[in-house]
T-cell receptor, first 110, second 114 residues
């Protein structure tokens, strides 16, 4: 079983739409949670960390549900520049191992 | 700003060659990682290191070895390159601790083995 599972998409949405991604993780002892963004042929970059209380950064909201072992990312008012692959990431028990989902591709259309 | 630098963006090597991929980070991070990324398979961990001269196998270590002689440098070695090692290789570093710090990536090396 994979450590982190994501729907690969693609999600094709019009500009201005709200879109939500979920991912699930298998290890209940996982310690830290992140969403990364990866543009085509580029390296992954941190989008935001995810906390149990939920956190928001502009148009982006991330939630963590430890009981159900899933993480979500909500993007409001989608922009063309949001088109990318979004990677769900969890760390192991000792924080020094990162487990990546295979990514969810988002295409925002004019 | 954290900087993780990989020695090459693109490499073409022949089957059977010994290949060295170098990675340097400038933020005194304890942890360093080597991943490969293939379409449909996501990022897979090859090896990681949590200290100088310390290393642990990841999920797909076969055909690879690593070296960490200095804290800032982590090298990936393909002992005898094969065509199924054609991939994007990504190096990352992070700080060890309870703060849950994120991983920072290098720009990637696209390796083609012919």
């Amino acid at each position: 079983r994979k450590e982190v599972e994501q729907d690969p998409g693609p999600f094709n949405v019009p500009e201005g739409a709200t879109v939500a991604f979920n991912c699930t993780y298998s290890n209940s002892a996982s310690q830290s949670f992140f969403w990364y963004r990866q543009d085509c042929r580029k390296e992954p970059k941190l989008l935001m960390s995810v906390y149990s209380s939920g956190n928001e950064d502009g148009r982006f909201t991330a939630q963590l549900n430890r009981a159900s072992q899933y993480i979500s990312l909500l993007i409001r008012d989608s922009k063309l520049s949001d088109s990318a692959t979004y990677l769900c990431v969890v760390t192991g028990v000792n924080f020094n191992k990162f487990y990546f989902g295979s990514g969810t591709k988002l295409n925002v259309k004019p | 700003d954290v900087k993780v630098t990989q020695s090459s963006r693109y490499l073409v090597k022949r089957t059977g060659e010994k290949v060295f991929l170098e990675c340097v980070q400038d933020m005194d991070h304890e942890n360093m990682f080597w991943y490969r990324q293939d379409p449909g398979l996501g990022l897979r961990l090859i090896y990681f290191s949590y200290d100088v001269k310390m290393k642990e196998k990841g999920d797909i270590p076969e055909g690879y070895s690593v070296s960490r002689e200095k804290k800032e440098r982590f090298s990936l070695i393909l002992e005898s390159a094969s065509t199924n090692q054609t991939s994007m290789y990504l190096c990352a570093s992070s700080s060890f601790g309870t703060g849950g710090t994120e991983a920072f990536f290098g720009q990637g090396t696209r390796l083609t083995v012919v």
